[in-house]
């Protein structure tokens, strides 16, 4: 179960990820490596099964919801790619809104 | 006395003042600055640190455990004084609005925060050669790896700049490198350490953890940060590690050795350390156990289904808007930008982790991999359950199947890449604790063994680590 160019270009538009022409083939090469070696899993009957592990504590202790200010070194402006009046600008959806 | 107490005890008795230490300490990463392990430092930022130190009043210096300790810090750990890059030129300048809650805490038991240490990006790699900023050089032989992620912070405690160091494990990126590099590291349980504030790579992985050139140096930074944190959800609700005192002797343990780490084609010279450490087991009256860990051979590609699945998920927000340095594509609009953004600020083996997290979890292909990787990390988990609930207090194992690789020996070849961690992974699988201590050379290079307990075990398995340590003689070739 190997992957192929058409995949990777798939994968990439789904995690927002410029990929160029020139780096496609060898990064084809070695995605199918790694989803050939990960797929020796299947080995595994699927009957063979234990509980389910979760990470952490058995109880997620939640702490009370309270809307409080995070308090910060220093305010958004300073280390947001842009900041205008009390929000994060972004370019206009255009395009995605077309789709 | 370890040089983290000893040092600790001359400031808080007054022979000493954090001010002379951190100057020492800023003479030596200008000395070490080859390595290539300190990503970010000054010498006035060193003096700042030292001034709350030697600020404080005798009592309230007496209560520091760490007092005037200079401890390197993983630049994927955030702190407001300097950048946190995380070894990526997406986040290049980066500096953080507020401190991770171990920083709070080291800070507050007296430690300095020496430097940020350089690391794989996004603490994704065995080698640290995948940074951003060049790859870190081994201290015993700049052609070498340090091993990874934290590669950065354990060359700078094999080079004696910093008696301490924290790291982070996903997969064994603490461990690794201290075996490599002839120190300690420590990897507590998922739960004894705030995250708050670590970035995060793999949510159901990620720890905090510690490098030391002993294991009570690297113990006694761990016990300080440890404890539950109301601003981390997935911290146990415990008190913070209280560490047992130091062990002359193993009576009345029994340590696990299981079947699977110890292949027929492993390398001589580990194979002749891990002797050397059973040797020294049963030396210290310890009873030995063969136990079988039967699904290990699938704990590598399991890991590289569970942390890129994560990763691509944690990884979404470096997109320009919350964060990242910000480029516009062709198009002009928000996909470009989201698009080149990543395009351009990510490196080859982060792209390649999204893209494989991507893909595991895309419709069609989740059942067949992520799905399976979670029966899968179950049946892991239950393998060191049977083998525990089977009369084992700790398992006995190699930390690497190899001494230190060459540098670009495995950079074109991702899964050898992954094989480094095949002794390390499982552990962060099932959320366990466990500590490498160095146990050997092999034709010069440091060889490690790693102890492994129960969840939540760690006062045990750290005395356990220390009598070892003291009857294993670590500079010795071994034959």
Redesign the interface.
Known sequence: ?S?GRE??L???K???????DEELPK?TE??G???D????????P?G??????L???DK????PDVAAP???????A?????FSQGL?V???????EDQ | MSAVESAANAVREGRATAAVGAKEVASRLEKAAALNAALSWSAERLDAEASRVDGATPSERAKMPLAGVPIAVKDNIVTTEQPTTCGSRILEGYVSPFNATVINRLRAAGAMIACKANLDEFAMGSSTEHSAFGRVKHPDDPSRVPGGSSGGSAALVAAGVVPAALGSETGGSVRQPASFCGIVGIKPSYGRVSRYGLVAFGSSLDAVSTFGRTVDDAARVLAAMSGHDPLDATTIAQPPLVLDPPRRDLKGLTIGLPAEYFPRDLHQGVRAGLDRAIKAVKELGATIKEVSLPHTRYAVPTYYIIAPAEAAANLARYDGVRYGQRRVGPAGDLRALYQATRGHGFGAEVRRRILIGTYVLSSGYYDAYYRKAQQVRALLAEDFRRAFDTGCNMLLTPTTPTPAFKAGEKTEDPVAMYLADIFVCPVNLAGLPAVSFPVGRSEGLPLGAQLIAPNFAEAKMLSAAAALESAVDAAAEVR
Do not use: C, K, W
Request: proline share 13%; aromatic share 6%; glycine share 4%.
């Open positions: 179960m992957i995949d990777v798939h994968v990439a789904l995690a927002e990820l410029a990929v160029s990064l070695q995605l490596r790694i989803v070696y990960v797929a020796q899993l299947n080995e595994v699927a063979e099964q234990a509980p389910p592990y990470a952490g504590p997620v202790t939640l702490r995070v308090p910060l070194a220093r305010p958004p300073d280390f947001a790619p842009e994060f972004v370019p206009r959806l255009g395009a995605m």
